[in-house]
């Protein structure tokens, strides 16, 4: 007896089989499909719009270009919706909420009748929480990005969300603009719908679902408001049919080794410092470990090869037109497992074959021999800091501040960074280590971008663009600085980062991969631990009581195969 497909998949349990089927079938036809549609395989569409989500304005659009895709190609498309991740517009911040995404996700997936599902995300948590909620549901499955935004001009100068409101912002804080010009910019930084426009989160997530094979080739970098975007969208609903008559699980596609392929991506196009904790979390759905050392050997092989901002002068729209994604991995092909699958059915080096010889502009895109830098944009530290690792994205830093030892200025607290940073008695000079404490995934805040600590008022107008900040906290991909992040054991939960105190010497070797607290461990041992978080109900409290530390890429304990020690 062959499998049951469409409509017929996981019938509502009425104790009568065929019952199910007929009631199914007849609420179906009030919404107006003919019994011929209702007949045939069923690819869901995964609608993530929303009003608090500016990344997916377009998301309607695609949605009707999927729905034409699936419909030419033979199968029903029915569009559902799951909950939406607006990353500027969610308290305390958006990572809280990814695992409940992945969840939503996984669970609309499985419980809802379809024999592959296309999933339209952008917004930086969506298309992770997508992937994580594809992976454990292991239905057929197909990513589709938003797609960045484009730039706009302001003054002479190419503006797009998120790099140069970083950099306006402070050179604002630093008096350099005017009030009036911090207006003029905030109007001018995010003009297009789409995701922003530099190597940010969103877009890294976009190339790394590529890289993974669970996106069709090509489509990564199209810019969202691009007729070729639309144009992906159609042909997505299109192979979403082929998975769905073929079977093809993600299980085959998400491996350790595509995954590997994936994080030297990463690598080479600069990319986002949560992509770490995304990857790792996929990684975990499927039972593959993304231990921090792997970064590192991976790091020390393969170059930045992508000169986009934060590390560079470009946008997404000029890596679109320089090649794509596609002629990154290309060029990585020597670094490459090439044997990989993929959604469209071939192994990764097939795929690749197909566009040798394909245009490349070279000041985007630069080749393995000439590269833009020649170690990977990311590196993981150890030490006594961080006994479990921490994150610093080499590749927007300050390579002078890569050896040294300096004095810490701790906050205990974002309300205690808030109250204190621009308060001119504050004692601290630019040879200074800034410390964030109690921002990690166990704290109430619970790991919001805030590790890239603001340079102190009187240091910023004296001219410092830089200084070594710490934290357990995360930082945007659109970010750049000195900064070190994901310290793990986070400090909520006991870990050394929540014993430090200001004075303390800190030392910092880039080149040892070391961060380490110069305090004696006797005395540490005599310092108070903070008290733990324990909210009352809710999702809250069972995000405190499931979540994982950073370098199990904070997914929820009872969401993976096996849950790790500790």
């Keep these: 007896m062959s499998d049951p497909i469409g409509l017929a998949r996981g019938l509502t349990n009425y104790g009568d089989r065929d019952f199910a089927l007929y009631l199914r079938r007849s609420f179906a036809k009030s919404m107006g499909y003919s019994q011929a549609l209702l007949t045939k395989p069923v690819i869901g569409i995964a609608n ?86 594809a992976a454990s549901a292991n239905v057929p499955a197909i990513q589709l990005v938003t797609g960045p935004l484009m730039t706009g001009p302001w003054r002479g100068e190419r503006l797009g969300a998120c790099t140069d409101c970083r950099r306006f912002w402070a050179r604002f804080r630093a008096g350099e603009v005017s009030r009036q010009q911090i207006a003029e910019i905030e109007g001018s930084l995010a003009t ?51 998975l769905a008559r073929h079977k093809l699980t993600p299980d085959r596609i998400l491996t350790a080794e595509a995954i590997d392929n994936a994080l030297r991506v990463l690598l080479a196009i600069g990319g986002s410092t949560n992509a770490i904790l995304h990857l790792t979390a996929i990684g975990g759905r499927v039972g593959v470990d993304v231990p921090l050392d792997k970064l590192n050997a991976l790091s020390a092989a ?39 699958l993929t959604v469209t059915g071939e192994s990764l080096g097939e795929r690749l074959a197909q566009s040798e010889g394909a245009f490349v502009d070279r000041a985007v895109v630069h080749s393995l021999a000439e590269p833009v830098q020649p170690q990977g944009g990311l590196v993981a530290l150890f030490g006594s800091l961080a006994p479990r690792g921490a994150i610093l994205k080499r590749s927007a830093a300050d390579t002078r501040l890569f050896e040294r030892q300096g004095r810490a200025v701790v906050f205990s607290s974002l309300e205690d960074l808030a109250a204190r940073i621009d308060d001119p008695a504050l004692e601290v000079t630019p040879d200074d280590f800034l410390m964030l404490q109690n921002a990690g995934p166990t704290s109430p805040s619970a790991m919001p971008e805030a590790g890239y600590l603001p340079i102190p008022a009187k240091l910023a107008r004296a001219g410092v663009k830089d200084m070594v900040r710490i934290s357990d906290a995360r930082m945007s991909g659109t970010a750049y600085g000195t900064v070190v992040l994901h310290v793990s054991p986070d400090a909520a939960s006991g870990g050394p980062l929540g014993k ?22 006797a005395e540490l041992a005599r310092r108070p631990a903070p008290a733990p978080f324990a909210p009352a109900r809710g999702y809250a409290r069972l995000h405190r009581e499931q979540i994982l530390q950073a370098d199990h890429g904070c997914d929820f304990a009872f969401l993976r195969p096996a849950p790790p020690a500790g």
């Excluded at 990353?87 to 024999?115: C, G, H, K, W, Y």
């Excluded at 940010?200 to 969202?224: D, F, K």
């Excluded at 320089?322 to 990585?332: D, H, K, P, S, T």
């Excluded at 030392?507 to 461990?521: F, G, P, Q, Y």
């Design 48 to 133: 993530t719009a929303s009003g608090f989500n500016n990344c997916h304005r377009l998301v309607p659009e695609l949605v009707d270009a999927v729905t034409r895709g699936v419909l030419a190609a033979g199968a029903l498309p029915i569009a559902f919706p799951t909950i939406s991740l607006g990353e500027v517009f969610l308290n305390p911040t958006s990572l809280m909420f990814r695992n409940l995404m992945a969840i939503d996700t996984e669970e609309m997936i499985r419980a809802q009748p379809m024999d592959a599902v296309v999933l339209i995300g952008g917004c930086d948590k969506t298309v992770p929480a997508q992937l994580m909620g």
């Design 192 to 242: 297009t719908a789409g995701t922003c426009a530099v190597m940010g989160t969103a877009s890294t997530m976009a190339a790394i679902a590529e890289a993974l094979g669970m996106m069709l080739p090509g489509t990564a970098a199209i810019p969202a408001v691009h007729a070729d975007r639309l144009r992906a969208a159609e042909a997505t609903g299109a192979a979403a049919v082929a």
């Design 302 to 340: 393969t170059p930045v090869l992508v000169d986009l901002k934060p590390t560079g002068p470009h946008y997404m729209e000029d890596l679109f037109a320089a090649g794509g994604i596609g002629a990154v991995l290309r060029e990585l092909k020597p670094l490459l497992h090439l044997d990989c």
């Design 500 to 521: 430090a105190r200001s004075g303390d010497l800190i030392r910092l070797s880039v080149k040892e991969r070391r961060i380490d607290l110069l305090v004696d461990a």
